[in-house]
């Protein structure tokens, strides 16, 4: 029997406190609350709780892929690889440069890309791959540099920065990962270019937001490379508002016609409370991730292992399969949580099964081991607002349903 008191359980509220309504107010209350000091304070933060020595605060994480590949000069002409099982902004991005959209499969009952097919798809004009860190777990970076090194004679860069690289640029989607680790190294200190979200569904939220970070390479001026994400990010102003505020310096230039997709204060301010509880959130999630696991591993349900020996999630997301379920049994199972005030949803709809993908050419058929991972996905909620009696109540309703198929 499951609980017959109706629950409302949405699927991820933010998780704010009298803390972050208190620093917003503050923000207003300083005069200040566009990008200025509480953002360069929630920057050198976000880089310090990372281990990486700068990060740059956006409008969102589409904002910080989509920059940085104009900053490494990707566009037409290049290619770049990302998950067919994604996001569509992994690949919109790629699109929005001019650059060739490249998809590869996921593996086999697996949630991230073939790496056997990720090398097959690298060519002479492929620049930068973007692997998704989906559910906040980290991919296996280890396979992924060894791949773009075997690779490395077909590289041809078209300017300096890449040249730095003198390889194919590993550029990750880690929306979901703030706060993750793989073999001792948080996410942001792996891949050469490492993107977060701050969306209201995030771990950490700004209500929107997102943030780049990159690790040291050998001759790239940290610096400078700072200084072109504030340009880009700026209309192509050579100075920001704040160092315009200094005396006498009001005068700027433009030196590119660049974009507008920088944070505010006020997102920052929340961001920086946020940042103070995060440790706790995550442990949060953790609890709730092995309350999940414990109570549907042994009926079968398969989902993501968050937690190992030398890995750990940030715990984003709880993807759960149902074996022997198809697209439609499926989608009659979130129907029936949502009766009973349980929010899920589906993460991904592959990228091909959607109008703007397939009349760009692709075709869910040449996908089919991401399709498999979608057609009996559910998500289910996994926030840290939820009780312990909630995810019972989940749990519950989800055994119920499943009994009833």
């Not at 004679?153 to 300017?159: A, D, T």
């Not at 390889?167 to 989607?173: E, G, P, Q």
């Not at 199972?333 to 760009?360: D, R, W």
Request: with cysteine; aromatic share 10%; net charge negative.
């Amino acid at each position: 029997m499951i609980s017959t008191q109706l629950r409302n359980i949405p699927f991820s509220p933010p998780d704010l406190t009298e803390k972050e309504i208190e620093e917003v107010i503050k923000t207003l209350k300083s005069g200040w609350i566009t990008t200025g000091p509480k953002t360069k304070e929630f920057e050198k933060k976000i880089a310090e709780y990372v281990g990486v020595n700068k990060a740059v605060c956006l409008n969102s994480a589409t904002a910080a892929m989509e920059l940085t590949l104009r900053i490494l000069g990707v566009g037409p002409g290049d290619e770049v690889i990302t998950s067919a099982y994604t996001y569509t902004a992994s690949a919109s991005i790629i699109e929005h440069v001019g650059a060739k959209i490249v998809l590869v499969d996921t593996a086999p009952n697996s949630f991230e890309m073939d790496y056997k097919k990720l090398a097959e798809a690298i060519t002479e004009k492929t620049k930068v791959i973007i692997p998704v860190d989906i559910a906040g777990k980290m991919c296996d970076y280890d396979t992924i540099f060894e791949i773009v090194e075997s690779k490395k004679e077909l590289f041809n860069s078209n300017n300096e920065l890449q040249g730095l690289f003198n390889r194919v640029i590993v550029m990750t989607d880690a929306a979901h990962a703030f706060g993750a680790e793989r073999r001792g190294m948080k996410c942001g200190q792996v891949a050469d270019f490492t993107t977060f979200s701050f969306h209201a569904v995030k771990n950490l939220t700004t209500a929107e937001g997102g943030a780049v970070v990159w690790r040291d390479i050998f001759g790239l001026d940290n610096e400078w490379l700072y200084k072109q994400f504030m340009i880009y990010s700026l209309h192509g102003q050579s100075k920001d508002a704040l160092a315009k505020t200094q005396k006498g310096a009001w005068e700027y230039d433009i030196v590119y016609p660049a974009y507008k997709c920088n944070m505010t204060d006020i997102m920052a301010s929340i961001g920086l409370i946020q940042l103070d509880r995060y440790e706790k959130l995550l442990q949060r999630r953790r609890e709730i991730i092995e309350m999940y696991d414990k109570a549907l591993s042994p009926i079968g349900v398969q989902s993501i292992q968050h937690f190992g020996e030398d890995f750990s999630s940030s715990g984003h997301l709880y993807l759960a399969r149902i074996p022997e379920i198809n697209e439609q049994h499926r989608n009659e199972i979130i129907v029936k949580m949502a009766e009973a005030g349980i929010a899920c949803n589906v993460h991904y709809k592959p990228l091909p099964m959607f109008t703007a993908y397939k009349n760009l050419g692709f075709d869910i058929k040449d996908y089919p081991n991401a399709y498999n991972q979608y057609v009996n996905e559910i998500t289910l909620p996994l926030h840290t607002l939820l009780s312990d009696e909630d995810v019972e109540y989940v749990v519950g309703n989800l055994k119920w349903n499943l009994n009833e198929i």
